[in-house]
């Protein structure tokens, strides 16, 4: 550990030179790695007492006699990140027709002509470039040495020495230049480059080897653009190459995130004390269907990102206990350091020191780089790799008092200290929160939080609470005007034209927007029982006066209405009941009894005991019959009330409810009660509107019985524990209107369904679907949301071959499958000549050319009407078509059947095969196993009661959390049922 007043890690003495090495022969080995300095150490120990100084040189690091044994860079280090690669570019097999082809583009939507924010490359030179690798020995434990060593002046000077052309540096293990140079090596002292005083042990000098290993032919790119060539890994290292000379001149002048660009001058807005969001540029290539200029464009859009702002460290933690902690009230209401010391010092489980919640909260802050106060000369930035904590420190934690390491005196001595101690005796500082864990950094010193100074612009990665997401949204929010204004700011920003690295390489990109022809599509009618609505170009339609195209079947005999803590009044509940009573008859509904009404007063512990008094009186106490429907009144937006309710009255009673805000109940307004009308029959199993005038007559998308299936996976926030969450939401209806959905955890952090989930799953939709048509299914469209190009490959060889098994082994016939890629995570934009009043795409705006592949099966749809900033469209991709509707039916049944949305009176922007499956498993995270104060894990003795429902009252447990090696090893604890009576209603809408 090194010492809080020493450099941290800091060099030994060297010769004080930079020194060109002999050239190692090809092929040998990889230099050995220094051993790091013993934990209790002092940075600034030189030679142990009477130990003899060697006269020799500093050693080479490697042994230049062996051959180099450095194994090739893995698929994934090649793939790279930041750049939007087609969906072949993941594939670890040669087969190029794994994916969907475009077999025509649309030809019946009514033509249109719109800007899109990608700006196209107008030129790349016929070139190739020579390929480097860069490797250091030792090998460093992060990524920011490799940037030091090669940012260093000797690495500079020597690159300078061999060519005037610029280099192009990946920041790790890969290097560019327009030109083939002879390897070259080099030792890099850090230390000595900075001016500082080397010492101890561990050594901050590295060798540098750059190394030619091959050339990137750019001619590749075009091959695999016009067709004549399949994807392969020359494509790849073309993309790699550009995605890197993008950004090589902006990340010298910005802070780079990921695809994103940022400076403290772009415009901000403080979300609270301590955190800001900020605007940046989004940039990055991506390949177009225009191939008839060059087939390439760079997409740029607008960013936005969470930074903590400049303040001590001290009162950031203060910050995060408070907001973050899991404090009780009265411990909220005195959060001085006294009170922070003993928040945070480890609680004791089981005969083992672990972390406390509130210690565990300042993960919060890990990465953020700081200065030291107590050396206001010092400019060197630190960075903080996590907040101490060792068991050996017992139960006051690792804070200045215990922490100790050995100082090394002026007389050649070591002593033992303590940080407190020291810090008085080298600095004569008196830390006053000595009691607090102190702060680890990167390079192994440690330090108390109070001497630090967290940097401004250090990026918030974790999600914000409601008050700083609204004041996000305000932020982020822009209308297409105004959006426009700001990329092309960006652009400007960027100054491609001055760029010295592009020119070094023969690209050229327009600062133009690029224009292109779009459709758009008919708008449907939308049919109820006695009325037609046209919304046209407007996107909206009303329910005055019309009548569901099915109300529900069972007349509402037995239903209840529950005010929760006298958020409402009993003259309130009552004239709601009335209203909602007679507005839901004018749909159509049918109620045959007045409501059971009650108020209870509970808190989340007593919820579930308070309920079991009132639920059986809706029924009269009947033990043969159930509550068709629950009304809840709330008294505000409680994320843990919510929760409670839903998982209590779906898991323990198997009842579908409709949770109320007070405040809507006491103003009982037509519009608001309509729309809890169309809820409310979908969840007793009505259809709200239909695209075909009569339930009789059937719309032309389905020629055969057919299922549309929509899948989707929810993850933990960072920081959180929480496992992933599938949800699969079938149609079972001939018209693909009503559906049914299945939820379940899917692992720590997994996107792919597992086959588990997906074999339980299947069978009882084919079995729903079979009981309410006579028929089986004999095709399938299977819309996917949230997967990336990078996991298209996936889709296909684990969740479609497992869907088709489950098929087989239930179907007689073997069903066909049209698999559909669904997202929304891009930065495309839209920028129609005439839009709507607000300056979007009409919904029905389909582009098909420009910002699409090549050759691949892809579109982009906007299909909403967007009430405010910049409309999304959805990129729809097609991998799998063994179905082959038509191109314009295929666009006009995703974009008309997004009127069938059971809850709205709009076309919603996504298919609502996909959309409710994200609503079905975003409710899912109601049935966790878990307690709603803090978002962790109940204990092993509450996962037990899984199978036994009757035990499932929700009551509050002692919270426990899953280790990284526990996970490893484990899947994570199943949902907790819902009851079998609601599995046939659409209970999550």
């Known amino acids: 550990m090194s010492a809080p007043g020493s450099p941290a890690g800091s060099s030994p003495k060297m010769s004080g030179r930079q020194m060109t090495l002999p050239a190692r022969p090809a092929g040998s080995p990889q230099p050995s790695t220094h051993a790091r300095t013993p934990s209790g150490a002092s940075a600034a120990s030189g030679a142990a007492p009477g130990q003899a100084r060697s006269n020799f040189p500093p050693p080479l690091g490697y042994d230049p006699g062996k051959m180099d044994t450095r194994p090739p860079l893995s698929h994934e280090e090649r793939v790279g990140k930041r750049v939007d690669l087609p969906a072949d570019a993941y594939l670890k097999t040669d087969i190029s027709s794994t994916f969907a082809t475009r077999s025509g583009f649309n030809t019946e939507g009514t033509p249109t002509r719109l800007s899109v924010n990608q700006y196209p490359v107008t030129r790349i030179a016929n070139m190739d470039v020579f390929q480097y690798d860069v490797a250091l020995s030792p090998e460093p434990t992060g990524g920011v040495v490799y940037d030091k060593v090669w940012k260093s002046k000797a690495v500079q000077q020597k690159l300078a020495s061999v060519t005037k052309k610029p280099w192009i540096y990946d920041g790790r293990k890969l290097a560019w230049l327009a030109q083939s140079v002879d390897e070259m090596r080099l030792l890099v002292d850090l230390d000595e480059e900075r001016g500082r005083k080397p010492g101890g042990e561990r050594k901050n000098a590295f060798h540098i080897t750059i190394r030619p290993t091959g050339k990137v032919r750019l001619q590749s790119l075009r091959a695999y653009l016009m067709k004549t060539a399949p994807w392969d890994n020359h494509v790849l290292e073309c993309m790699s190459f550009l995605d890197h000379l993008l950004r090589q001149g902006p990340s010298e002048r910005m802070k780079t995130i990921k695809r994103s660009f940022f400076h403290p001058s772009m415009p901000g807005r403080d979300l609270d004390m301590l955190l800001m969001a900020c605007k940046g540029v989004y940039a990055s290539f991506r390949l177009s269907e225009n191939v008839k200029q060059i087939g390439l464009g760079v997409n740029v859009d607008v960013s936005n990102q969470t930074f903590w702002k400049a303040n001590p460290a001290d009162k950031m933690i203060k910050y995060v206990i408070n907001n973050y902690g899991g404090l009780s009230r009265n411990q909220l209401q005195n959060l001085d350091d006294q009170m922070i010391t003993s928040v945070l010092k480890p609680l004791v489980s089981q005969g083992r020191y672990e972390q406390s919640e509130a210690m565990r909260a300042l993960r919060r802050l890990k990465g953020c780089r700081f200065t030291l106060l107590h050396r206001p000369n010092e400019t060197k930035e630190y960075k903080i790799k996590g907040f101490a904590f060792d068991k050996k420190h017992g139960p006051n934690g690792a804070n200045s008092y215990n922490v100790k390491f050995n100082w090394k005196q002026q007389n050649g001595t070591e002593k033992e200290i303590c940080i407190k101690d020291y810090m008085k005796e080298r600095y004569g500082y008196l830390v006053r929160q000595a009691g607090w864990p102190v702060i680890e950094t990167t390079r192994a010193g440690s330090f108390p939080a109070e001497v630090c100074n967290i940097v401004g612009f250090n990026q918030y990665q974790y999600k914000l609470d409601p008050q700083q997401t609204a004041s996000m949204i305000k932020f982020a929010v822009q209308r297409p005007d105004q959006r426009k204004k700001d990329i092309s700011a960006s652009v400007q920003r960027l100054d491609w034209a001055n760029d010295k690295y592009l020119k070094a390489f023969g690209v050229s990109i327009s600062p133009e927007m690029a224009k292109t022809e779009a459709k758009v599509l008919r708008h449907p009618e939308v049919f109820f029982e006695k009325k037609t609505a046209r919304p046209l170009n407007t996107g909206r339609w009303d329910l005055r006066g019309a009548r569901f195209i099915e109300a529900n079947k069972e007349p509402l005999t037995h239903w209840g209405f529950i005010g929760l803590n006298m958020c409402v009044d009993v003259r309130a509940v009552n004239n709601f009941v009335q209203q909602f009573t007679n507005i839901y008859k004018g749909h159509g509904g049918r109620i045959a009894k007045n409501p059971y009404t009650t108020n209870i007063n509970a808190n989340p512990a007593t919820l579930a005991d308070e309920l079991h008094k009132h639920v059986p009186q809706i029924v009269g106490g009947r033990t043969d019959l159930c509550p068709q429907i629950v009304f809840v009144a709330v008294p505000d937006k409680s994320a843990h009330v919510y929760e409670r309710l839903k998982k209590i009255f779906e898991c323990r009673y198997g009842i579908v409810t409709q949770v109320l805000q007070a405040d809507h109940v006491k103003k009982a307004q037509g519009q608001y009660i309509s729309n809890v009308c169309m809820k409310v029959n979908a969840k007793l199993g009505g259809q709200t509107s239909s695209l075909t005038a009569t339930k009789a007559k059937s719309h032309n998308f389905f020629i055969r019985p057919t299922m549309m299936i929509g899948v989707d996976v929810t993850h933990a926030s960072p920081g959180s524990d929480m496992p992933s969450i599938a949800a699969m939401c079938a149609s079972v209806d001939v018209e693909g209107y009503q559906y049914r959905a299945a939820v379940q955890t899917n692992g720590w952090h997994n996107e792919i369904l597992t086959d588990e989930n997906i074999s339980t799953w299947i069978p009882t939709f084919l079995k729903a679907y079979k009981e309410k048509t006579g028929r089986e299914v004999e095709d399938i469209y299977y819309f996917r949301d949230g997967v990336s190009e990078g996991q298209f490959a996936h889709v296909m060889e684990q969740e479609v071959k497992a869907i088709k098994k489950a098929f087989r082994e239930r179907n007689k016939k073997d069903a066909k499958m049209t698999v559909i890629v669904a997202t929304k995570r891009h930065h495309i934009r839209f920028f129609p000549d005439r839009g709507d009043k607000n300056g979007n795409p009409e919904p029905g705006t389909l582009v098909e050319r420009e910002v699409t592949h090549p050759f691949h099966y892809d579109f982009f749809l906007s299909s909403h009407f967007a009430l405010q900033g910049t409309a999304r469209p959805v990129h729809y991709h097609v991998l799998m078509d063994e179905i082959k509707p038509k191109v ?57 009661q899984v199978n036994n429902p009757n035990n499932l009252v929700a009551k509050h447990q002692d919270p426990t959390t899953y280790s990284s090696d526990w996970k490893k090893n484990n899947p994570p604890p199943r949902l907790i049922p819902m009851q079998p009576r609601i599995h046939n209603t659409m209970w999550w809408v």
Not at 897 to 913: D, E, K, V
Not at 923 to 943: I, S, W
């Open 888 to 944: 314009n039916n295929l666009q006009r049944m995703i974009y008309q059947q997004c009127y069938t949305f059971c809850r709205a009176t709009t076309p919603i922007s996504l298919h609502p095969a996909v959309y409710y499956a994200h609503l079905a498993g975003a409710r899912a995270r109601c049935h966790e196993n878990r307690d709603y104060g803090n978002n962790t894990r109940v204990p092993e003795k509450v996962r037990d």
